[in-house]
């Protein structure tokens, strides 16, 4: 089974790769830019597995994608690179409408392209999965949940720029007969998470001594998916979902921000104790623009349909996440050092 993999050095793809590579045993050809985000030291542990190798391209570069596609024959398209972080959308909006959409235009033509050249057999079995957020549903109110059918009201530019992709992707299933697969999936934590989104941030922070920004009063709620069950959930939908479907992919794990930032403070006093509550260290800080109040997903859809459930709650998650970056300090401080050091982003300035 051979699986293309884009953005495949970043959180999520990267941990999608070690779990084809390792666990299911598939022949992978991960595509990354390597742009701040994407980290090679993210796919270390199988550096010198036999069924993994490595392409540096843009998904935006039409010839490299053809030549991948051409080269690689792949039985599985699973697209997930994308520009990501909500607040470098704010001051940044460029490069997600590049990559988020121009990309997964070129990464659609790629693929059909390569699917109308495949003989009657592989271009049943083909499938290419394209993998967004629930970001782009908007915000709840205090109840209900996010469904398949959930009216896309996104608040952000990154959440417009992959709510653009999630249309384009659904088009060209309809129009052409690409057989794409959509998942939606909530807010993803766990090993190798790029420290400028909020739990590596408040866990190195903290151990750092640095102050631990919590947006507005903190009672924003997001609903938390371990990301290696996301990975499990990913490989299901795109070996067994339907073309032309969505899949919401979340944890049932719902957390007021306040309530995450505490929680791991508490996990780093009993495992790091220092001579002050790490909690001591939380600062208020001034909300970022359009922030949705509450997310939260129903994963009903492939937990019936497919059988997927998510193995880790967030009680167990999150002390395997403080955990790990207490014992991987050589993962994470090259980016504390070079890349990024925490600073705010996403602060608007009066032009």
Known sequence: MRVLVTGGAGFIGSALVRYLVSEVGADVLTVDKLTYAGNL??????????????????????????????????????????????????????????????????????????????????????????????????????????????????????????????HLATAWQRTYGLPVVISNCSNNYGPFHFPEKLIPLIILNALEGKPLPVYGNGANIRDWLYVEDHARALWLIVQTGLAGEKYNV???????????????????????PQSKPYAELIKYVTDRPGHDARY????????????????????????????????????????????????????????
């Open 296 to 351: 939260a997903i129903d994963a009903t859809k492939l937990e019936t349909e497919l059988g997927w459930k998510a193995q880790e709650n967030f009680a167990t998650g999150i002390r395997k996440t403080v955990e790990w970056y207490l014992d991987n300090e050589w993962w994470w401080e090259p980016l504390r050092q070079g890349v990024y050091s925490g600073e705010r982003l996403g602060v608007l300035t009066k032009d």
């Open 250 to 272: 979340g944890g049932r794990n719902e957390q007021k921000n306040i309530d995450v930032v505490n929680c791991i403070c508490s996990i780093l006093d009993e495992l790091r």
């Open 41 to 166: 030291a993210s796919l270390k542990p199988i550096e010198n597995a036999p069924n993994h190798r490595f392409l540096q391209a843009d998904i935006c570069d039409r010839a490299a994608m053809n030549d991948a596609f051409a080269t690689f024959q792949p039985d599985y398209v699973m697209h997930l690179a994308a520009e990501s972080h909500v607040d470098r959308s704010i001051t940044g909006a460029a490069d997600f409408i590049q990559t988020n959409i121009n990309g997964t235009f070129t990464m659609l033509e790629a693929a059909r392209q390569y699917w109308n050249g495949l003989v009657e057999d592989a271009k049943s079995a083909f499938r290419m999965l394209h993998v967004s957020t629930d970001e782009v549903y908007g915000s709840l109110g205090e109840h209900g949940l996010f469904e398949e059918t959930t009216p896309y009201d996104p608040s952000s530019p990154y959440s417009a720029s992959k709510a653009a992709s999630d």
